[in-house]
């Protein structure tokens, strides 16, 4: 997606940015590259099974004498030069060539891992960053409801100063409650900022004031509470981690590898062909006396041949790779198996704060509507003039802080839910 649809859209919704985010990124398409070489190996492999041609030709002169047998001296000036195609096929390699194929599609197939492991950490962070927006975006709005209550408080309380029936130590504690409510506004709409900003950048796009995102999501209208099964859930994890497939790859690799290098232990089998012809002129009997092409054609021959070569001694140089290779192999299955040891551990502590974070969604929805019943009869005894305006400034400044605590409790149950869920099964539903 270009930089002018994302001027001529308005607005975003999580799986735009997240499609946007992954198109963007620079990563990915270093990612992807590495794709296209791994690609390009399996080719090269693929192609040493063909013979291979080669076409050669020379030409050269000799000047001077030289002396027979006899002690003869004689000019021995010449002009020649040779012409001909070569060729080689390898007829036995003990799968050398069929297990280096299988190898580089191994590879190949590991580095798609990779990019499903890059893609989706990039999927994560999009979403944390389009949640964490939505959550400055749903606090600033109660820090604007606090900012209009302290405004229209001080609005009346400036009316009752003026006609002498409230005292300047009340007046200026409603200004000085309303201008700390205006840096706490202006403090929030910096947060949604700083929040769109760090969203923009993950999304490897230019800040820009057309760009903003769906507020509309589903999933916060209603929350419900989810229960999952450890075990299953393990289950699914392991079955959709790239990082474990990525290993398994690995490890096959390896295998392969390994009868590729076993394989240099056996004797191989080599086809030759040669075509070609030679030109040969006596410059001491005068130059062009034999024609060039009647020569090419009387002396045109063909070879065919067989190399064999069989290993003695190679100083255990083969004995030392299967060794090597061996200890990859080792050092694979280690990693797996911290692979899903850590999958094990990131599950139970996603599931641990998912459980804490629903239970704490609970008492919050609670204690916000006890605050709101404290307020409500705050506001009255105030307006009554049973306690004081520090007293009701009080009171709604701990309703703004048990609003803003749901607020967060119900974003972090929220983000805890999607990540479970995309993590066990790779989609994201909202």
Excluded: W
Excluded at 102 to 130: F, H, N, P
Excluded at 314 to 337: D, M, P, T
Aim: with cysteine; charged share 20%.
């Amino acid at each position: 997606m270009t930089d002018k649809v994302l001027l001529a859209q308005q607005t975003f919704d999580l799986n735009q940015c997240i499609a946007i985010a992954l198109e963007k990124n620079i990563t990915v398409d270093k990612a992807e590259l590495d794709l296209d070489n791994k690609n390009l190996d399996v080719k090269s492999y693929k192609n040493e099974r063909l013979p291979n041609v080669n076409g050669f030709t020379n030409l050269y002169s000799n000047f001077g004498q030289s002396q027979d047998i006899f002690g003869n001296n004689a000019r021995n000036d010449n002009f020649n030069g040779t012409l001909g195609l070569s060729s080689s096929y390898s007829i036995l390699n003990n799968g050398k060539l069929r297990n280096s194929i299988k190898k580089a599609k191994m590879e190949l197939e590991a580095s798609g891992q990779d990019l499903a492991l890059l893609k989706r950490e990039i999927t994560l962070k999009t979403i944390q960053g389009y949640l964490n927006v939505l959550l400055q975006k749903e606090i600033c709005k109660s820090v604007d409801t606090a900012l209009l209550f302290a405004q229209h408080q001080l609005q009346k309380i400036q009316k009752s100063t003026d006609l002498g029936a409230t005292s300047l130590t009340i007046l200026y504690e409603a200004k000085a409650n309303y201008e700390r409510e205006n840096e706490k506004n202006r403090q929030a709409h910096y947060t949604i900022d700083k929040a769109m900003l760090e969203l923009e950048q993950i999304m490897a796009i230019e800040p820009d004031q057309n760009f903003e995102i769906n507020t509309e999501l589903q999933a916060l209208s209603s929350l419900p509470e989810s229960n999952y099964k450890s075990s299953d859930l393990y289950a699914s994890f392991l079955q959709q981690h790239p990082g474990l497939k990525k290993y398994a790859l690995l490890n096959e690799a390896l295998q392969f590898d390994q009868k590729a290098i076993k394989a240099q232990l056996y004797p191989t089998i080599d086809a030759n062909l040669t075509l070609g012809s030679f030109y040969f002129n006596n410059l001491t009997t005068s130059f062009g006396r034999l024609p060039l092409f009647n020569q090419l054609q009387n002396n045109f021959s063909q070879q065919i041949g067989l190399t064999i070569n069989v290993p003695i001694f190679n100083k255990n140089a083969v004995k030392i790779a299967v060794q090597k290779n061996k200890i990859q192999q080792a050092e694979n299955v280690k990693q797996l198996e911290l692979e899903q040891l850590t999958i094990k551990q990131d599950l139970a502590k996603q599931l641990l704060d998912l459980d804490n974070y629903q239970k704490q969604y609970k008492l919050a929805t609670n204690i916000l509507e006890v605050t709101k019943k404290a307020f409500e009869l705050s506001l009255k005894s105030y307006e009554a003039g049973k306690i004081s305006i520090y007293d009701l400034n009080t009171s709604r400044s701990n309703l703004l802080t048990a609003e803003s605590e749901l607020i967060q409790t119900k974003y972090n149950t929220l983000f805890t839910q999607i990540v479970v869920q995309y993590l066990s099964t790779g989609d994201i539903k909202l």
